[in-house]
């Protein structure tokens, strides 16, 4: 998959595009409605990344152990353990560049300076 952008988007737009995915979702009559949606919205490689982590998801439900997925999902265990802990990532914090340069702290030194012998 390839890589994204950084740019955030704020709450109030993110919240009105996820409302806009749930009523086209809720919108479509059959699955395979679902899936052109989803086709729509998604890459062939996203949608893969995303069978494999709702099939992680039903078979932690189904009670299965992290080898047993682990082969079944072909997923490693830190995807599995990231999916247990509820998809719960920090928070990214932005980055917040300063308009002044940042003074450079001084070196304090352990020993005295030599003055020769």
């Known amino acids: 998959m390839g890589k994204t952008s950084k740019k955030y988007f704020d709450k109030d737009f993110i919240d009105k595009v996820w409302q806009e995915l749930i009523k086209e979702i809720h919108q479509a009559k059959s699955s395979s409605d679902i899936n052109i949606v989803l086709g729509c919205v998604l890459?062939?490689?996203?949608?893969?990344?995303?069978?494999?982590?709702l099939?992680?998801?039903?078979?932690?439900?189904?009670?299965?152990?992290?080898?047993?997925?682990?082969e079944i999902a072909d997923v490693h265990y830190n995807?599995?353990?990231?999916?247990?802990?509820?998809?719960?990532?920090?928070?990214?914090?932005?980055?917040?560049?300063?308009?002044?340069?940042?003074?450079?702290?001084?070196k304090i030194s352990k020993f005295p300076?030599?003055?020769?012998v």
């Open 43 to 53: 890459s062939s490689p996203e949608l893969n990344l995303l069978e494999k982590r």
């Open 55 to 70: 099939s992680v998801l039903y078979l932690l439900k189904q009670g299965l152990s992290y080898r047993e997925i682990s």
């Open 79 to 106: 995807t599995i353990s990231f999916i247990k802990k509820g998809l719960k990532k920090p928070i990214r914090k932005k980055k917040v560049y300063s308009s002044f340069p940042e003074k450079p702290k001084k």
């Open 113 to 116: 300076k030599y003055k020769g």
